[in-house]
């Protein structure tokens, strides 16, 4: 596609359910990353990820949360056991390494 | 990579110049200065960066002072659609690993008619 694509684009859940957030970066990217922007706050960096590389985890806020990528291609951020903390809006980018960050729209997960 | 230091927030009339500065003190040699700015409910978008020389492109002129401390992003003729949260980062450019960006909180710009 032209640009980073996330889905949903909205997400209301219970407290306790599992959520998954999907990111279609754009064709030919190497490099994804995930990060997370609560309201009227900066971005937090959640993960990174590079090719066939171990990716950068650092961000992640608890053993609740984890992501997958399937090569160079298709990411999925999974939270379990949602709290109301994680309410915020979630930001995927991607880029080819050196090069500017494109970010898609994001998904709006909010936690009831 | 090295910490940025933005005001908060700042007021600018539409059609005149906005500009924005940026603190980076304890930028290294090697440590790039980057600039991109977030409209309400979008992903940040890149505007421009540099190293050492002055840089312009379509978006805004970007200006880094010659010990490389501080910088000002120029936009020349701001417009309402300018009105965003503007984020200043330096970091290393080609780095093996940790290509991350970190965000700090940004200037938000109200450009007011």
């Known amino acids: 596609g032209a640009g980073v694509s996330q889905s949903p684009s909205n997400k209301v859940t219970e407290k306790g359910k599992d959520v998954e957030l999907r990111c279609d970066p754009i064709?030919?990217?190497?490099?994804l990353y995930w990060y997370r922007q609560r309201l009227g706050q900066g971005l937090e960096f959640l993960i990174y990820f590079q090719g066939n590389s171990a990716p950068d985890k650092s961000g992640l806020p608890s053993d609740r949360f984890s992501a997958e990528r399937t090569g160079e291609s298709v990411s999925t951020l999974t939270i379990q056991r949602t709290q109301q903390e994680d309410s915020a809006v979630y930001l995927c980018a991607s880029n080819n390494v050196n090069e500017k960050l494109f970010f898609g729209s994001g998904t709006q997960l909010s936690v009831l | 990579d090295a910490k940025t230091t933005q005001p908060t927030s700042m007021d600018c009339a539409e059609g005149r110049a906005a500009n924005l500065p940026c603190n980076h003190s304890?930028?290294?040699?090697?440590?790039?200065v980057y600039w991109y700015r977030q409209i309400h409910s979008q992903g940040p978008q890149y505007i421009i960066h540099g190293l050492k020389n002055n840089e312009t492109n379509e978006m805004a002129s970007l200006i880094i002072t010659e010990d490389r401390k501080s910088s000002t992003l120029i936009l020349p003729h701001a417009t309402l659609r300018d009105t965003a949260v503007y984020y200043c980062i330096v970091r290393v450019a080609f780095k093996a690993a940790g290509n991350k960006l970190t965000f700090g909180g940004g200037t938000r710009v109200l450009v007011k008619p």
């Open positions: 304890t930028i290294s040699g090697n440590e790039y």
């Open positions: 064709s030919g990217h190497t490099a």
